[in-house]
C-alpha cells in the first residue's frame, strides 16, 4: 500500500520546528521502499533543510498561494505529510484532494495550559507527535535524533574564530524571536563573566549590538560572532563547541541534532509545551550520565508558559521567569560539565 509513493511533507517554519520535524522525513525516507519525499516550506527558511539528503525535491511558499496549488498539482503526489496545520495547509489539502497523514498540534491543549495554567497535555515531544503521523507508512523512530546538514562550502574557517578559541569553547545563544524568550543583557553579562572557559556569543544581525555590550565584560574571553556569520555558518560554531548555553530558539535544537550538550533557559516559553531539547535513544548512549540536556526554569512561576511562541513584552509586567534566573547555578553546571 505504501510502496513507490509519493509523499509530500509540510512544515512552513520555523527554524526550530524544522528541525524538529526531521526525523520524521528521516523515516519515511528511509523506511518506507520506493517512498519519493517532497518538502514544502516557506522561502525565507530554504536554508534549514537545503542539504537534507533525505528529501527528493524542495517547494518554497513565497506569498503567492495559488501558484504554489497549481505547481504542486502538477506532481501528482499520493499523500500529504502535514507537519504544520494551519489555515494554509488546510487549504492545500483541499486543493490537492489527496489523503492525509497529520499530527497533533494539540492547539486547545496550548491554550489552557498558556491562558489558564490548565495542564493537559500529553506529555508526548513535538517530534514523537511529528513521527507519530507518519507511523501508518510503518515508519518507527530509529532512535538517531534530530537532523541539520551543513553544506560542505558553508563551514567556518580556522580564522573566523579567535586563537583564543582554537582550543575549544562553549556557544552561548543570545538571540530569539521574541522578548520574553530571552535573557537581559545584564543576566548573560553575569553568565559571562562566571564561566572561566572561552566563549562564543551566537546570534543573528539583530543580536549584535547586545552581543558588543556583552562581550566587553571581557574581550578576550568573549567573542561576539552575532551578525556575523550564515545560519550554517552559526550551525557549524555549534557543533564545534564544547557546550551550548541557549534559549528556547532554534541553534538549541540544531544543537541537539550534534548530540551537543544543551543547558537551556526558559522564559516565556516552557517545556511543558513538548519542546524541550530532544534527542535520540542512540545518541544519549554517547552521553556517560545518559542525560543530555538541563533546563533552566525560575521555580514557582505560575505564568509560566505564558505563550506558544513567546511575546513581546512580559503579560504580568515582571519578567521574573528570566529576571530571576539563578546564573550562579547556570555557571556552576557548565564548569561542572566542562570538568
Known sequence: MWSNKKFLVIRF????DIVLASPAIRCLKQQVPGARVHFLTKLSFRAVTEANPYIDQFHYFNNNLSELIEELKTEQFDYIVDLHKNFRTTIIRMRLQVPVLAYEKLSFQKFLLTRFGINRMPRRHITDRCLDAIAPTGAVNDGRGLDYFIPEDQHIKANDIPMSHSAGFIAIVIGASYFTKK???????ELCTRIEF???LVGGKEDRTEGEAIAAVDPVKVYNACGKFSLHESADIVRRSRLVISHDTGLQYIACAFNKKVLAIWGGTSP??????YYGKTQLQQHASGKAHENFLVPGLSC???????????????FNCMRQQDIPLISQTVMQLLS
Open 13 to 16: 517554519s520555523s527554524i526550530g
Open 183 to 189: 535573557l537581559p543583557v545584564e543576566k548573560l553579562k
Open 198 to 200: 572561552p566563549i562564543i
Open 272 to 277: 511543558l509545551l513538548d519542546v524541550e531539547p
Open 304 to 318: 509560566q508558559p505564558c505563550s506558544n511562541y513567546g511575546t513581546r513584552q512580559c503579560p504580568k509586567g515582571h
